[in-house]
């Protein structure tokens, strides 16, 4: 296992319970670009988007985590 991947794991048990992670059931891949969220809540936000089917591609999940992370509101079509 890659350094990266051992810190995502990490992450991904610091921010998600296990019931969270099984409710949500994404991928890796998905759990991946959440996890590069810095605000907790703007993380939570994209998880649910996408659960619900709001954010369908990488493009779409990406862009909510750059916006996220500039601190911007981000925008949902």
């Known amino acids: 296992m890659?350094?990266?991947a051992l810190g995502y794991t990490l992450?991904?048990?610091q921010r998600f319970t296990?019931?969270?992670?099984?409710t949500l059931?994404?991928?890796?891949?998905?759990f991946q670009e959440i996890l590069d969220i810095k605000?907790?809540?703007m993380?939570?936000?994209c998880a649910l988007l996408i659960?619900?089917?709001?954010?369908?591609h990488d493009e779409d999940i990406r862009e909510f985590?750059?916006?996220a992370n500039a601190g911007r509101s981000a925008k949902v079509k």
Do not use: V
């Not at 059931?25 to 998905?30: L, V």
């Not at 659960?51 to 369908?56: E, I, M, P, V």
């Open 39 to 41: 605000d907790d809540t």
């Open 11 to 13: 992450r991904l048990r």
């Open 2 to 4: 890659s350094d990266s």
């Open 65 to 67: 985590k750059r916006t």
């Open 25 to 30: 059931g994404f991928g890796w891949s998905k």
């Open 51 to 56: 659960k619900k089917g709001r954010l369908k």
């Open 43 to 45: 993380m939570r936000k």
């Open 18 to 22: 296990l019931d969270e992670i099984h």
